[in-house]
């Protein structure tokens, strides 16, 4: 018994010791760890947040790992690698909203966020009037526009102005032609992405109105049937 309790003076002891020595180690971590959380506070867009959090998690399991506490070494563990991931998630989704503002208005980089939905033949997705709080891309089958005389065909994506209008209703119908699949996005998430990275608007933005300009010159072209697939309506 006598024996077992030195050994545990003598860990304490040796610990102390080295936590002395490592004194200015651990202020350090503890500084830098509260200056990238207080960072993280005033962020005004989600990367920037995302950035202060992994630089305070490393910093606070440099600590944990120096003072043997193995509570916040594991609180660190586990939250590190899910503000990384969150982090290369939001990274990625800007890069590919920057690319489809810039190149050949591919909007593949939505349908992560969408959710997929069917519909048979005959079904109407919505009418004209209703209110408007979704946005689509049709992956499967045809949809029918009659106030316009357009049938959309795979790829199609409809439904997304009203995000940038203050009514938000729709302006025609859309039914199906055939049985379909679609994905769909709320405006509410399309919100959500906005608010997480403001650049995700600005570039939301920018491809929208590169795909209205391009409606507009097919339009003028006098072209119709399936190159007036993508011609806008709510």
Known sequence: MVATFMHIFDFIRIHASATQAALPLIFAAAWLQTLAAVFSTFSKTMIRLRTASVLANV???????????????????????????RLQQMRKLVARVKSASKSDLNVDWLKPFMRSRRFDKGAVIFRKCDVADEAY??????????????????????????????????????????????????????????????????????????????????????????????????
């Open 137 to 234: 891309i049709l992956v499967e089958g045809e949809i029918e526009v009659p106030e316009f005389g357009l049938v959309l065909s795979p790829g199609a994506l409809f439904g997304e102005l009203p995000l940038f209008m203050p009514e938000r209703t729709r302006t025609a119908t859309a039914a199906c032609r055939t049985d379909i699949r679609l994905l769909s996005i709320t405006y509410d998430q399309f919100e959500q992405l906005y608010f997480q990275n403001p650049e995700f608007g600005l570039y939301l933005l920018r491809l929208t109105v590169s795909r209205l300009r391009a409606d507009v010159a097919r339009l003028e072209a006098g072209e119709s049937g399936p190159a007036a697939n993508s011609i806008r309506f709510e």
């Open 59 to 85: 910093f606070g399991l440099a600590l944990a790992i120096v003072t043997l506490n193995p509570a916040t070494l594991l609180r660190h563990v586990v939250i590190l690698p899910i503000d990384l991931m």
